[in-house]
């Protein structure tokens, strides 16, 4: 999806202010625990999780990173809503081409009542079942988080 600055800068960046973006795994390189974690640590990203059944699975929870909301504290946080912490009012602090995937998924709405949507496959459960290999990375990068 390509950015549409014009879009979003009439809206203010509602989506933003109300939830903070999902990182898929292939968004972070290099994949490693000391990328993450010094994500982590300079409090632009947290852990985060889906409580529920997945296919295949069954009943779980699984953990995801995603961007921290401006009022998250800590290595991992609940999903609670709350405006990203690379809002600005000039917009992201971040280039597109950075953004989680969630962000730039993101199909923004050119009507004042109409709500920026999701296409298919771009979703909570979804960045759940991509980081189903990595439940022991993040596992591990929360226990060192909330060792400091």
């Known amino acids: 999806m390509p950015e549409q600055n014009d879009i979003c800068a009439r809206c203010g ?7 903070p973006g999902i990182y ?3 968004d972070i390189r290099p994949l490693t625990e000391q990328t993450i974690g010094t994500m982590i640590t300079d409090k632009i990203a947290c852990v985060d999780w889906w409580e529920g059944s997945l296919p295949n699975i069954g009943e779980s929870e699984i953990r995801f990173l995603r961007a921290r909301a401006i009022n998250d504290h800590g290595a991992i946080v609940g999903s609670r ?5 690379h809002l600005t009012e000039n917009g992201c602090t971040l280039a597109y081409a950075q953004r989680p995937r969630e962000c ?3 199909i923004p709405r050119d009507k004042e009542d109409a709500k920026c949507v ?7 459960e979804a960045a759940a079942v991509a980081w189903l290999p990595y ?10 988080a909330e060792k400091r």
Request: proline share 6%.
């Open 13 to 19: 960046g509602q989506c933003c202010k109300g939830f």
């Open 24 to 26: 898929w795994p292939e």
């Open 81 to 85: 809503g709350g405006q990203c912490v």
């Open 104 to 106: 730039r998924e993101l």
């Open 118 to 124: 999701f296409p298919a496959g771009v979703s909570k």
């Open 135 to 144: 439940q022991s990375l993040l596992k591990s990068i929360v226990q060192q």
